[in-house]
């Protein structure tokens, strides 16, 4: 007993935390040759158009590769074997939580020879099965949104139904994100920032951190047949991805306001002879 006991201790201390939510992507896919045979031995680089980050694998037995925990955003793909043209697939935009597919052919020929192709930004999911919904970051800072809160949004998704006491216009402990996703409870969703569980788990109804809509690369609210890393509450997971660098220098700058100065007076209160109601705010950044 006092053995079991010892090892139960020693297994504890030394496990691996391990992150319950995905915030990257992954690609995988197969090479073959014009005949399609499988192809092993084949160098494989992705690299993010934006930042350069790059990484290199080589294909196994089977043809096959595999790129997991890469961020967000554009990708290429380059393929390269002696005895082959060298084959590059741009334009490949990878998700939060995407995993997605691309196969390549070799053609036979000279390695310096390259053939390029733009792969399409929308591509038909054929791994997995969740039902999910992607809002992007132009979506995010682009589309009207009163007080510029992200949570709007959110209703946007087929499926979804807000609560009486859904709030977008507080902020805090004083908002409400009550959804009802694919008929789950109004508490029953997760939100997460860059995989962090934003929830406020007291009331599980509103969210600690509001991201502002400039700082939000994009979120995808996974309403059903998601993963198993997805296991923080039995509705929807709502994964929002914070906005990350690239190698180039730039930056932007805000003002939102509203003010009673600029708003008619309701007919109602004219009839009554009642002033306007004070409005004053001002979003910065």
């Known amino acids: 007993m006092r053995r079991m006991i010892s090892l139960t201790i020693l297994l504890v201390a030394f496990a691996a935390p391990s992150s319950a939510q995905r915030i990257t992507a992954s690609l995988r896919g197969t090479v073959t040759d014009s005949t399609g045979a499988v192809v092993p031995g084949a160098t494989v680089t992705v690299k993010n158009e934006n930042s350069g980050f790059s990484r290199t694998t080589i294909t196994n037995g089977s043809g096959s590769y595999s790129f997991g925990e890469l ?8 393929v390269s074997l002696t005895g082959f043209k060298s084959v590059m697939r741009t334009g490949i935009i990878l998700d939060v939580a995407d995993v997605r597919g691309e196969d390549v052919r070799l053609e036979a020929g000279a390695l310096s020879e390259t053939v390029t192709v733009e792969s399409p930004a929308l591509a038909i999911q054929t791994i997995g099965g969740e039902v999910a919904g992607l809002v992007t970051g132009e979506q995010v800072r682009e589309l009207p949104l009163n007080g510029r809160n992200f949570l709007q949004l959110g209703t946007l998704m087929p499926g ?13 402990l004083m908002s409400g994100i009550e959804l009802a996703v694919s008929g789950s409870g109004l508490g029953g969703n ?13 009331s599980n109804r509103t969210i600690l951190v ?14 059903n047949s998601y993963g198993a890393e997805f ?3 039995a509705g929807a997971q709502v994964n ?10 730039h930056g932007s700058s805000y003002y939102f306001g509203r003010n009673d100065a600029l708003a008619s007076r309701d007919y109602f209160l004219a009839a009554a002879d009642q002033p306007k109601a004070a409005l004053s705010t001002h979003d910065f950044g």
């Open 71 to 78: 961020p967000t955003g554009p990708y290429t793909v380059e």
């Open 160 to 172: 979804v139904s807000q609560g009486d006491g859904f709030n977008t216009k507080d902020r805090g």
């Open 190 to 202: 997760l939100w997460m920032v860059d995989g962090a569980n934003n929830n406020d788990v007291g």
């Open 210 to 223: 509001f991201p502002s809509v400039d700082a939000i690369d994009e979120f995808k609210v996974h309403r």
């Open 231 to 233: 296991g923080g509450a």
């Open 240 to 249: 929002i991805v914070t906005r990350a660098g690239t190698n180039e220098f």
